[in-house]
């Protein structure tokens, strides 16, 4: 069982919709969570970072994470042609001293 | 503030040359240091990292090598290539507390 799981897409969506991407992770001891955003051609850039169960906000951009069911998710307000791109999360713990990738799910937002 | 260098952007070689590729890390001292390579559709996949000068850890057995010459400097190599070494090849570190910073990778193909 890989350490995380994400849906692979590619999900097309229309302007100024919500869009909602979803990892799962298999190991409680994990504390920490991330979502990359990754443009074609280029390296990923940190989006949002959280360790608590619980929204985090930031901007049209929410993090959510439930430790219970071991699922982390990333909700874009309002999507826009620029949030085409690939997401990634990613887990980390101390304990492991690595982070574990999602395989990345490619957003299209039409305009 | 911290920058990541990695190049080249691009490199083309042929089966059986050598390879070189090098990163370095500006505004920061004693980094972790990571080299990961990008296949499409198949994630990151975590290939060295470093916690200090000379000392690095190899998570995936295969045809490539790293040094850590310096303190800020990363270096990922081959002896010889093969065709399954194409990818996208991603330097990163990672600072106390959030995730880590990519650098701009290099695409690598190998012909």
């Known amino acids: 069982q890989k350490e995380v799981e994400q849906d692979p897409g590619p999900l097309s969506v229309p302007e100024g919709a919500i869009v909602s991407l979803n990892c799962t992770y298999s190991?409680?001891?994990?504390?920490?969570f991330m979502w990359y955003r990754q443009y074609s051609r280029k390296g990923p850039e940190l989006l949002m970072y959280t360790y608590s169960s619980g929204n985090k906000e930031d901007g049209r951009f929410t993090a959510q994470v439930d430790k219970s069911s071991k699922y982390i998710s990333l909700f874009i307000r309002d999507s826009q042609p620029s949030d085409s791109a690939t997401y990634l999360c990613a887990i980390h713990s101390y304990n492991f001293n690595k982070f574990y990738f999602g395989s990345g799910t490619k957003l299209n937002v039409k305009p | 503030s911290q920058t990541i260098h990695q190049w080249p952007a691009t490199l083309v070689q042929p089966v059986g040359s050598p390879l070189s590729l090098e990163c370095t890390v500006e505004?920061?001292?004693?980094?972790?240091l990571y080299w990961y390579r990008q296949a499409a559709g198949r994630g990151l996949q975590l290939l060295f990292y470093s916690v200090g000068i000379g000392q690095i850890s190899s998570e995936v057995p295969q045809n490539l090598s790293a040094s850590r010459p310096q303190d800020r400097q990363f270096i990922l190599s081959s002896k010889k290539l093969l065709l399954s070494d194409s990818g996208f090849y991603l330097c990163?570190?990672?600072?106390?507390?959030?995730?880590?910073?990519f650098g701009s990778g290099t695409r690598l193909t190998v012909v």
């Open positions: 505004g920061t001292s004693n980094p972790n």
């Open positions: 990163a570190w990672k600072g106390s507390g959030e995730g880590y910073t």
């Open positions: 190991n409680s001891a994990f504390q920490y």
